[in-house]
């Protein structure tokens, strides 16, 4: 049964989880079936592991807690949410899931994914600065895609950014379910530079939120920087709490910093309107993309 809420609640209360748990390295069992190839990635909550499948034998990816917070029961449940989400969910352009294991000890949950031979979108403007206006708006109409599939099955992905979509040859697949939550439930989830301002103020989360999200990241694969990366929340905080641009500066418009097309600008500005009623639909973006590139919908990515 997919999960039909969570607490989306993401930002944590400080806490000491003690000494960083050791990695696995190559050749070491990850959970039965599973040997690690090597170790992709370690953010605060995740590691996250190349590994082998036996049963598939075939290389795959598994995403599962750090050792030294397998009895944080929060991060337990998101990371459970999103592999039973993979499980139920299939679209072209999000990331396959094939199930949830269990870790060797310290024993916790494992999410086993496809692994996709490609860079992630985030990679790909850090070393061209910026995209083909073209390009990105076949991956727009792609994301655009994938994430009407998800609002239309209740869920909003709060967490739309370069780092996760994947970029294959001209297909865009997104990655990472874990903040999600479903329509109409308040969140802060998400990630600074990305937060729509009604996710900085933990309001109620709407298929607009996505559109804000989806417009920031095309802001920045066309003009390199997101509307906010120069400013820091630490540094411009006030009173104990964290200092979010979003909520009261609207974002630069896009052609301030590279000429563009205008109707291409004017539509990924639109998705950064402050109002989410005033942005547009994902539908509504994909139709304004497809417009200006002559890209037809139905077979962008195919």
């Known amino acids: 049964m997919l999960i039909d809420s969570l607490s989306c609640y993401y930002r944590e209360e400080e806490r000491d989880w003690g000494k960083?748990?050791?990695?696995?390295?190559p050749g070491d069992r990850l959970a039965p079936g599973y040997h690690v190839v090597?170790?992709?990635?370690?953010?605060?909550?995740?590691?996250?592991?190349?590994?082998?499948?036996?049963?598939?034998?075939?290389r795959c990816v598994a995403k599962t807690l750090?050792?030294?917070?397998?009895?944080?029961?929060?991060?337990?449940?998101?990371?459970?949410?999103?592999?039973?989400?993979l499980s139920q969910l299939t679209h072209p352009h999000l990331v396959r899931g094939y199930e949830i294991v269990l870790t060797d000890p310290p024993v916790r949950?494992?999410?086993?994914?496809?692994?996709?031979?490609?860079?992630?979108?985030?990679?790909?403007?850090?070393?061209?600065?910026?995209?083909?206006?073209?390009?990105?708006?076949?991956?727009?109409?792609?994301?655009?895609?994938?994430?009407?599939?998800?609002?239309?099955?209740?869920?909003?992905?709060?967490?739309?950014?370069?780092?996760?979509v994947v970029e294959m040859g001209g297909r865009a697949v997104l990655l990472d379910l874990s903040l999600a939550c479903r329509i109409g439930e308040h969140s802060t989830a998400g990630t600074f530079d990305y937060l729509a301002p009604e996710q900085a103020e933990g309001g109620m989360m709407t298929p607009a939120t996505d559109t804000w999200g989806l417009g920031t990241t095309l802001y920045e694969a066309?003009?390199?920087?997101?509307?906010?990366?120069?400013?820091?929340?630490?540094?411009?905080?006030?009173?104990?709490?964290?200092?979010?641009?979003?909520?009261?500066?609207?974002?630069?418009?896009l052609r301030t910093h590279r000429r563009?097309?205008?109707?291409?600008?004017?539509?990924?500005?639109?998705?950064?309107?402050?109002?989410?009623?005033?942005?547009?639909?994902?539908?509504?973006?994909?139709?304004?993309?497809?417009?200006?590139?002559?890209?037809?919908?139905?077979?962008?990515?195919?």
Do not use: F
């Open 109 to 164: 949950p494992a999410v086993i994914t496809e692994t996709l031979p490609g860079h992630t979108l985030g990679y790909l403007i850090a070393q061209q600065g910026w995209l083909r206006p073209a390009d990105v708006a076949v991956l727009g109409i792609q994301l655009c895609s994938v994430l009407g599939y998800l609002h239309g099955r209740g869920w909003v992905h709060l967490d739309v950014k370069p780092s996760n």
């Open 38 to 58: 090597q170790h992709l990635r370690r953010g605060s909550r995740l590691d996250v592991y190349d590994v082998w499948s036996e049963e598939r034998s075939c």
């Open 260 to 302: 563009l097309p205008a109707a291409l600008a004017r539509t990924v500005d639109a998705c950064l309107e402050p109002n989410p009623a005033d942005r547009p639909t994902t539908a509504e973006v994909a139709d304004r993309l497809a417009d200006w590139s002559g890209v037809d919908p139905r077979t962008a990515g195919t």
């Open 66 to 85: 750090r050792p030294e917070r397998a009895e944080d029961d929060r991060a337990v449940g998101w990371l459970r949410n999103e592999g039973v989400m």
């Open 20 to 25: 960083p748990g050791p990695l696995l390295a």
């Open 222 to 253: 066309l003009a390199g920087v997101t509307p906010w990366t120069h400013v820091s929340h630490r540094e411009h905080s006030s009173g104990g709490g964290r200092y979010y641009p979003q909520r009261d500066t609207p974002a630069a418009p």
